[in-house]
């Protein structure tokens, strides 16, 4: 361990003159070097902050006493309610952080004082997240550094270690399922699972330090910063208003929040249908909702048997160059058709699914065209074949005629 306190020293140049906090704590003990260690990556260190810029005290003193003397400023370990105030001397002081970093924004405290967290930890609740939860002391790193606790990818397991934990989770009467959920979801899979970062992770919801749970205005806006039409529809629909009075969601009501997954037209019609949760079966609703289900139906069939006769040509040799285009506006329509949805209104999605109809009629057309063509020719092919087999057997037949005739 002295020999990692030496490393870290010879590092560090500049920090070497004489940082007594490094060398004695690397030497104190497995739980101090392991300290020391992690700070050896820690942003700070790289930026040439050592233990004394957060704890305070005489770095340039090598007795224990002399060096955490709290006149000197030493504070020690910082308790969970005073973490805020621990960072935010720096983070919260632009003219400090700007020496270092002018783009970076220095309202973090402000806005976790006004997150959950921050309110509940004001009135005494230690269990809430605080800076060193999400950005674990001594060994921070740049959201942008995949290896941080705050990296995009990372964060669903950051807030995991409180929001999956049951025990804790139940003594806040929240659920523990919200992490499984989401690693479950649609947006989950394409996040984690694929890499695709146009997702959202938890903070792109909650927000990185305001946290805003369920109820504060903007969660309830939060789908449309992504699904912008979904929202806009949603939004001019005859549900807008009556649901935001009732304080249902505008889209979690009917795809959840966390649990969000590749919807079908079967969520529109039968019992199990979300419609029917709220409208009885024969209500005007209901039959709106059998309509657009019908619209989206015939339009994905008509595209189905466009599909299935191209890939029948195709096998057949045939150029579908022309087909395959149309086909693809088909498949646009169709997916406008389906956010299309959001109006609730069967004429606004038979517009849309319509030309998406007509696109897969031409495609289909175009398919069958390829497909007589292909069989006149192979008729035409066989009839020519005959004939010339028929004058080659007739011209035999006179050549004999004529070598038996000299
Ligand atoms: C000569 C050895 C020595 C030096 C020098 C030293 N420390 Fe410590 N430090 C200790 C020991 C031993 C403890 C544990 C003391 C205890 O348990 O009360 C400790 C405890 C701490 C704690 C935890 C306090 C708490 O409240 O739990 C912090 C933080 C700390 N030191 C930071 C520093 C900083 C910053 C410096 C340099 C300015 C420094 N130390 C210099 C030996 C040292
Ligand atoms: C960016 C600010 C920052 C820097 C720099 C920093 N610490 Fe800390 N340190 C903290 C915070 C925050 C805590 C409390 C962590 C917690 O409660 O989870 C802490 C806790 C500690 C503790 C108590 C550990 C424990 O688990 O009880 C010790 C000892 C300590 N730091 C020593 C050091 C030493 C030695 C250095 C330099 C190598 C250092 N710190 C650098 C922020 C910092
Ligand atoms: C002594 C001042 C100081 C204190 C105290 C401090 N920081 Fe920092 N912090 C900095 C500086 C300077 C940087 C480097 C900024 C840069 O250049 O990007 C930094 C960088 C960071 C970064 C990376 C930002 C980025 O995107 O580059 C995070 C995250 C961070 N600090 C969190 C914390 C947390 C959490 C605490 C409290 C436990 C804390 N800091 C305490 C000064 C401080
Ligand atoms: C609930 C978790 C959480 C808590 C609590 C938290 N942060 Fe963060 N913090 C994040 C996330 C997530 C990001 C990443 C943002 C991104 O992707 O750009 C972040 C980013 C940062 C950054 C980089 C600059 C920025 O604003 O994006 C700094 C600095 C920082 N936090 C400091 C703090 C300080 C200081 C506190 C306490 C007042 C704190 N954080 C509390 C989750 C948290
Ligand atoms: C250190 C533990 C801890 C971590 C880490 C943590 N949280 Fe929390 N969070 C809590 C606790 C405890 C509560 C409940 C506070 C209360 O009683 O209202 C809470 C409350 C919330 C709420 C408000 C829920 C409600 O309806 O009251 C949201 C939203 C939230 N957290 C999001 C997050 C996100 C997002 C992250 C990760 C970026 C995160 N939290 C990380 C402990 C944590
Ligand atoms: C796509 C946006 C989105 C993502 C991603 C997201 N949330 Fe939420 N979260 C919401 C919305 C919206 C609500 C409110 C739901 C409601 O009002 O019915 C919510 C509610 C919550 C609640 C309160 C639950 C309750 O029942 O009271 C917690 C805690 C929470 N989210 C934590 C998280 C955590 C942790 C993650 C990451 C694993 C996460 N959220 C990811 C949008 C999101
Ligand atoms: C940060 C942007 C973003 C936010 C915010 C967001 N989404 Fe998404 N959403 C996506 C992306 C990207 C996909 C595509 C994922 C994939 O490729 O599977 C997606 C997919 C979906 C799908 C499946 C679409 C399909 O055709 O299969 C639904 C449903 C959905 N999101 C609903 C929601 C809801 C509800 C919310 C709010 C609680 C929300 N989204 C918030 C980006 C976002
Ligand atoms: C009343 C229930 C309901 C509400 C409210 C609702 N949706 Fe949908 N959503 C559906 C149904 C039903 C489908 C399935 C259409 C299909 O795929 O056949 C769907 C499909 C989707 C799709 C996939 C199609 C596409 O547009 O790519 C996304 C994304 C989506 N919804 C997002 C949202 C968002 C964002 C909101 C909030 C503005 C929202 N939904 C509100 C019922 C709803
Ligand atoms: C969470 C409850 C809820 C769900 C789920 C729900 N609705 Fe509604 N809907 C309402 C409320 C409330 C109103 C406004 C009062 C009314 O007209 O009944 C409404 C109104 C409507 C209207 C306007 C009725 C009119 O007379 O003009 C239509 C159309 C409609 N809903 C269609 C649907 C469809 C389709 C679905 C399923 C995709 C659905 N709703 C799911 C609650 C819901």
Known sequence: ????????????????????????????????AAVIGSFARDIHREKGLSCAACHGGDPTKEDMAEAMDPAKGFAGKPEPAQMSQFCGKCHSDPKY???????????????????????????????????????????????????????????PDTCARCHADSKKMAAHKLPATVVAEYKDSVHGKALLGRGDTAAPACNTCHGNHGAAPPGVAGIGQVCGMCHVNNMEFF??????????????????TCHTAHAVQKPTSALLAGDAALCARCHASSSKPRAVAAALKAELDTGESSYRAAEAAIAQAEEKGMDMADA????????TSMYQART???????????????????????????????????????????????VIAFLAGALYLKVRDLESGE
């Open 235 to 252: 939004k001019n629909s005859p549900m807008s208003k009556p649901w935001a009075k009732a304080g249902f969601h505008a889209c979690a």
């Open 340 to 386: 299309a949805v959001h109006t609730f209104s069967p004429e606004a999605v038979a517009k849309v699914a319509g030309e998406g109809k007509a696109a897969s009629g031409k495609a289909l057309q175009a398919a069958q065209d390829a497909v007589k063509d292909f069989r006149d020719r192979r008729v035409g092919l066989g009839l020519s074949t005959f």
């Open 1 to 32: 361990m002295k020999l990692l306190a030496a490393l870290l020293l010879a590092a560090a140049p500049a920090a070497r003159a004489a940082d007594s906090c490094v060398s004695c704590h690397a030497a104190l003990d497995e739980r101090n």
């Open 97 to 155: 952080m700007r020496r270092y970093n002018p783009s970076l924004p220095t309202d973090q405290a402000a806005k976790y004082a006004t997150s959950n967290h921050g309110l509940r930890l004001k009135a005494g609740d230690t269990d809430v997240a605080t800076c060193a939860s999400c950005h674990p002391a001594h060994s921070i790193r740049p959201p942008k550094d995949p290896t941080s606790s705050v990296y995009v990818k990372n964060v």
């Open 324 to 331: 395959r285009d149309a086909l693809d506006g088909a498949r």
